[in-house]
C-alpha cells in the first residue's frame, strides 16, 4: 500500500510571489498545446487549410481565457455553488485548485467559436485542430490535482498494490486523479492523435474527442468519491457522470451526422 506524498503545494517562491504546482501543471499544459499544435499544422491533411504558427499562439490565448473561466464557474455552479455564494472571493483563488473540466470545456468551446469568427475560419474546423491537444493538458491538470491531494478516491482493498493512504482519509483508497490523467488523459490522446493523423470528415475529430472524453470520464468516476449524486429511473450516477452523458450523446450524434453529410456531398458530386 502506498501514502501520499503530500509534496508542498509550492513549488517555489519567486521574492513574495509564490508559484504552485497546480499553476505550473496548467503551464505545462498550454505549452504543450504550442509544441503538438506547431507539430500538426505540417500535417499534410492540415498544412492545405493554412494554419501557422501565429493561430495556434493566438487559439492558447483565447484557450487560456475560455480553460480559466470555464473551469471556475463550472466548478463554482455544477459543485459548489452554496459554498461559493458564501465565500465569494474565494472564486478567485484558482491557485488552490478547484477547476472543473466540463466547464473549461464549455469555456473553450466558446472562446474558440469567438476565434474562429475572428479568423473567418469554420468552427468544425477549428475544433478538430484543437482536439488532440487536449488530452495531455487535462492529465497534466490532474497532477496538478494529485499534488494538492485534491479529488480521493473511493475505499480500495488494502491488498490493491497501488492502493493509497490519502491525507485525512481513515482508510486506502483510489489514486483517482493518477487514474484521470492515464484514462482520461493520455489514453484518450494516443487514440485521438492516431484518429486525427489522416483526414477526416469536418467535426469528426472534436465530435470523437467528446465521445472519448464522455465515455472515460463515466468509468473513471466510479473510482473517484463523488462531488455529489443524482438519481435517475432507479441508478445512482455521480455529479461527474451526470455532465459526461451530453458528452457522449452529442458526440455520438455529431459523428454520425458528419460522416452522412459526407456520403450525401459525395454522391452530389459523382453525380455532376
Same mark, same amino acid.
Given at each position: 500500500?502506498?501514502?501520499?506524498?503530500?509534496?508542498?503545494?509550492?513549488?517555489?517562491?519567486?521574492?513574495?510571489? #509564490?508559484?504552485?504546482?497546480?499553476?505550473? &501543471?496548467?503551464?505545462?499544459?498550454?505549452?504543450?498545446?504550442?509544441?503538438?499544435?506547431?507539430?500538426? !499544422?505540417?500535417?499534410?491533411?492540415?498544412?492545405?487549410?493554412?494554419?501557422?504558427?501565429?493561430?495556434?499562439?493566438?487559439?492558447?490565448?483565447?484557450?487560456?481565457?475560455?480553460?480559466?473561466?470555464?473551469?471556475?464557474?463550472?466548478?463554482?455552479?455544477?459543485?459548489?455553488?452554496?459554498?461559493?455564494?458564501?465565500?465569494?472571493?474565494? !472564486?478567485?483563488?484558482?491557485?488552490?485548485?478547484?477547476?472543473?473540466?466540463?466547464?473549461?470545456?464549455?469555456?473553450?468551446?466558446? %472562446?474558440?467559436?469567438?476565434?474562429?469568427?475572428?479568423?473567418?475560419?469554420?468552427?468544425?474546423?477549428?475544433?478538430?485542430?484543437? #482536439?488532440?491537444?487536449?488530452?495531455?493538458?487535462? %492529465? +497534466?491538470?490532474?497532477?496538478?490535482?494529485?499534488?494538492?491531494?485534491?479529488?480521493?478516491?473511493? &475505499?480500495?482493498? +488494502?491488498?490493491?498494490?497501488?492502493?493509497? !493512504?490519502?491525507?485525512?482519509?481513515?482508510?486506502?483508497?483510489?489514486?483517482?486523479?493518477?487514474?484521470?490523467?492515464?484514462?482520461?488523459?493520455?489514453?484518450?490522446?494516443?487514440?485521438?492523435?492516431?484518429? +486525427?493523423?489522416?483526414?477526416?470528415?469536418?467535426?469528426?475529430?472534436?465530435?470523437?474527442?467528446?465521445?472519448?472524453?464522455?465515455?472515460?470520464?463515466?468509468?473513471?468516476?466510479?473510482?473517484?468519491?463523488?462531488?455529489?449524486?443524482?438519481?435517475?429511473?432507479?441508478?445512482?450516477?455521480?455529479?461527474?457522470?451526470?455532465?459526461?452523458?451530453?458528452?457522449?450523446?452529442?458526440?455520438? #450524434?455529431? !459523428?454520425?451526422?458528419?460522416?452522412?453529410?459526407?456520403?450525401?456531398?459525395?454522391?452530389?458530386?459523382?453525380?455532376?
Amino acid at each position: 500500500m502506498l501514502i501520499h506524498p503530500m509534496p508542498d503545494p509550492i513549488a517555489f517562491s519567486l521574492g513574495p510571489v #509564490a508559484v504552485h504546482w497546480y499553476g505550473l &501543471m496548467y503551464g505545462l499544459a498550454f505549452l504543450q498545446f504550442i509544441l503538438l499544435g506547431n507539430y500538426r !499544422i505540417n500535417l499534410p491533411h492540415l498544412k492545405s487549410q493554412g494554419w501557422t504558427k501565429d493561430d495556434v499562439s493566438d487559439m492558447v490565448f483565447y484557450g487560456m481565457f475560455g480553460v480559466i473561466i470555464g473551469g471556475r464557474l463550472g466548478e463554482v455552479i455544477f459543485y459548489q455553488l452554496s459554498y461559493f455564494l458564501e465565500h465569494p472571493l474565494e !472564486i478567485f483563488q484558482v491557485w488552490h485548485g478547484g477547476m472543473s473540466f466540463h466547464g473549461g470545456f464549455l469555456g473553450v468551446v466558446l %472562446a474558440m467559436y469567438l476565434w474562429a469568427r475572428k479568423s473567418n475560419r469554420a468552427l468544425g474546423d477549428v475544433y478538430d485542430f484543437i #482536439a488532440p491537444l487536449v488530452p495531455l493538458g487535462y %492529465a +497534466a491538470g490532474r497532477i496538478g490535482n494529485f499534488i494538492n491531494a485534491e479529488l480521493p478516491g473511493r &475505499m480500495a482493498s +488494502a491488498d490493491l498494490p497501488w492502493a493509497m !493512504i490519502w491525507p485525512d482519509v481513515a482508510y486506502p483508497v483510489h489514486p483517482s486523479p493518477i487514474y484521470q490523467a492515464l484514462v482520461d488523459g493520455l489514453l484518450v490522446f494516443i487514440i485521438l492523435w492516431l484518429f +486525427a493523423s489522416k483526414q477526416r470528415p469536418r467535426w469528426v475529430v472534436g465530435a470523437s474527442y467528446t465521445l472519448l472524453y464522455g465515455c472515460t470520464r463515466f468509468f473513471t468516476e466510479y473510482f473517484r468519491v463523488p462531488d455529489y449524486e443524482v438519481s435517475f429511473l432507479g441508478v445512482t450516477i455521480s455529479s461527474g457522470q451526470m455532465l459526461s452523458v451530453p458528452m457522449i450523446i452529442v458526440g455520438f #450524434a455529431v !459523428i454520425i451526422w458528419a460522416y452522412k453529410k459526407e456520403g450525401t456531398q459525395q454522391k452530389e458530386f459523382s453525380s455532376q
